[in-house]
């Protein structure tokens, strides 16, 4: 079973500048989400996808973050303008949201650095 | 308030020795447990998960937790470290009846030689 896919790995901008970051979740999970982990500290969650309807993005900045789910499989994440305190690593996970378990599922992440 | 509290964010072992990660919970209803390991510039790695079956889980790596109700804890132990075992580990818990995933601040495991 193929795991979580996300890309790039590393992304390196300017401050001001946009970013994009790509996840593909494990296939058949309905549930997306959607982490930032600044280093030394656990993940904190930006967003929660329950197929392609957003279930909980109570701590995503929206004045400059956005995410999406449009056919409720892969999922898309920007930063538009990034700030330095933006750098972190950026995960996706996924669970199969059927309510039978609820393990994440993650995949290996994109480390942005904004200089 | 619901919570989860990893006691030490830094432990360090000999290769060998055991190996013991604290995990401590708050909630009023049964919980879903996790423990999580992140190995340097990787993302999360379920270890293992307790989810109301027996209080004894053991998961990958030879690591094992067990659940205690009136502790309200979920330690995480292996017997014999390895160098290989150097990583963050985190603890996870779902609380509430919104199925929320509460993470612990992590405890980074060194083991020396």
């Known amino acids: 079973e193929a795991g979580v896919a996300q890309s790039p790995r590393y992304k390196i901008i300017e401050k001001r500048q946009s970013v994009a970051f790509w996840c593909n979740p494990i296939s058949g999970h309905a549930t997306l989400y959607w982490y930032q982990q600044i280093l030394g500290q656990g993940p904190k969650l930006l967003i929660q996808?329950?197929?392609?309807?957003?279930?909980?993005d109570s701590q995503l900045p929206k004045d400059r973050f956005s995410a999406e789910r449009l056919k409720g499989v892969d999922s898309t994440l920007k930063i538009q303008p990034a700030k330095l305190e933006d750098s972190a690593v950026y995960l996706c996970?996924?669970?199969?949201?059927?309510?039978?378990?609820?393990?994440?599922?993650f995949g290996p992440g994109t480390r942005l650095t904004v200089t | 308030a619901q919570s989860v509290t990893q006691l030490g964010s830094h432990v360090s072992v000999s290769e060998g020795a055991l190996v013991l990660l604290r995990c401590n919970y708050s909630s009023s209803v049964p919980p879903y447990l996790f423990w999580y390991v992140q190995y340097p510039n990787q993302g999360l790695q379920l270890l293992l998960k307790?989810?109301?079956?027996a209080t004894l889980v053991k998961g990958i790596n030879g690591f094992e937790a067990e659940f205690k109700k009136s502790e309200t804890s979920f330690h995480l132990t292996k017997p014999s470290a390895h160098m290989s075992d150097a990583a963050e580990y985190f603890c996870?818990?779902?609380?509430?009846?919104?199925?929320?995933?509460?993470w612990g601040l992590g405890t980074s495991l060194a083991v020396n030689p």
């Open positions: 996970a996924s669970s199969i949201g059927d309510g039978s378990s609820y393990e994440q599922y």
């Open positions: 307790y989810t109301s079956a």
């Open positions: 996808f329950q197929n392609n309807g957003v279930v909980d």
């Open positions: 996870a818990v779902i609380l509430g009846n919104n199925r929320k995933l509460i």
